[in-house]
């Protein structure tokens, strides 16, 4: 019996498909071109683990049930009181503890409240909530977006977006111990555990014969699949690494309103990620249309400097870095993650990644598209699994 399933791609995705498909009985081969696993998971190393853009996961989704039920989460970092009294969101120039009035009845009224998809997030949110509203609203939620005018969106998916993020209910943020880059870690220590061959610096220019999971990036499979329909809209976003001395008056979250930008500690939580006395931070600001990358950098700066008061004169390590085309799927008015890229290509080739017809957000499509993809290459490696489904 020929059970022999080839996944190309490295990165989260393609570990998740490998270990699903080497879970039901198939003989895989991981094709990943770089040296080193993990894609946009990847995290730098020690003494500084920063990530590619914001990295945490949500524990409401079959996407971390899929995790813990191998065990694969590991350790997680804990909230503390800093980081309660430390949150903060910026809205008219200025911190404050305390979202403003118009946007916590907003998020109140997510779990009761239903959004269209075929109409912009702007026009919908401002009937209903005011202008100011609305745009306080598209700003705090682009830390999930990644993208410089949210408010254009499919009322309907920013609207999913913001009730998972701010609907007042227990927090479902998890934050794994050593970053994203110890849960590639696992995943491929699991991987090889089950049997899964890695090869590294291998990359694949056409499909084999055996069924195949493309797990790139949509530009690469476009063009290793020579597909031309194989796009999505995506988000463009400038980031900033920075380790400073410790301050306890450095802020743990700030959520910009006004410029749609983000900053986290991830070292307050798990101080693994820092040197002892240190904070590390990441910062980002959706970068605008026509938008030089210098400008946005500014506004990135500006961020900075409120959340991070005097770090210009406790700087220990800081990198800049800019993301486009490549934050995960965002969705137009007239359109949800079904009209995305299809998982199954036919004649055995199936996707997964961030932006195909998956549900969830950034790595939750990665992963549940994943899971999605294995199981259609399973159904055509195994005959047995055809007639079982």
């Known amino acids: 019996m020929n059970n022999e399933i080839t996944v190309i791609g490295g990165g989260l995705a393609g570990l998740v498909a490998a270990i699903a498909c080497a879970e039901g009985g198939a003989s895989v081969t ?19 683990v920063a990530h590619e853009g914001a990295h945490v996961f949500y524990a409401d989704g079959p996407h971390w049930t899929w995790l813990t039920d191998r065990g694969l989460a590991g350790p997680l970092g ?96 998890r934050w794994p111990v ?32 055996t069924p195949t999971i493309v797990a790139t990036e949509l530009a690469s499979a476009r063009a290793l699949l020579g597909d031309p329909s194989l796009t999505w809209e995506s988000g463009h976003y400038a980031m900033l690494d920075l380790a400073v001395r410790d301050d306890r008056r450095d802020a743990f979250i700030v959520f910009d309103l006004d410029e749609g930008g983000f900053h986290e500690s991830y070292s307050m939580q798990d101080p693994s990620t820092a040197p002892a006395g240190e904070t590390l931070f990441q910062l980002g600001v959706p970068v605008r249309a026509g938008e030089r990358r210098a400008d946005a950098l500014r506004r990135l700066d500006a961020l900075a400097d409120a959340a991070v008061p005097g770090r210009r004169d406790r700087t220990t390590w800081s990198r800049t870095a800019t993301a486009r085309g490549r934050t995960g799927a965002l969705d137009l008015p007239g359109r949800t993650w079904r009209d995305r890229p299809a998982i199954d290509r036919g004649d055995g080739v199936f996707l997964a990644g961030d932006m195909v017809a998956a549900p969830g957000m950034r790595g939750e499509i990665a992963m549940n598209s994943a899971v999605r993809a294995a199981e259609g290459a399973l159904r055509a490696a195994i005959p047995s699994r055809r007639t079982e489904h």
């Open 30 to 48: 991981l094709h990943e071109a770089h040296r080193t696993l993990g894609g946009r998971g990847r995290a730098t190393p020690a003494p500084y």
């Open 78 to 173: 804990r909230y503390n009181a800093r980081m309660m009294t430390h949150t903060f969101f910026r809205a008219g120039g200025r911190l404050r503890r305390v979202p403003p009035a118009g946007f916590l009845r907003m998020a109140a009224r997510t779990p009761f409240l239903r959004a269209p998809v075929d109409r912009d997030f702007r026009s919908w949110a401002a009937e209903r909530f005011g202008e100011r509203t609305a745009e306080q609203a598209a700003g705090a939620i682009s830390v999930v977006t990644y993208d410089g005018d949210t408010g254009r969106l499919s009322a309907a998916f920013v609207w999913e977006l913001i009730g998972r993020v701010f609907a007042p209910k227990r927090p479902a943020v």
């Open 178 to 209: 050593g970053g994203w880059q110890a849960v590639v870690d696992r995943l491929a220590a699991h991987a090889r555990e089950l049997g899964v061959r890695v090869e590294l610096g291998s990359r694949v220019t056409e499909p084999p014969g």
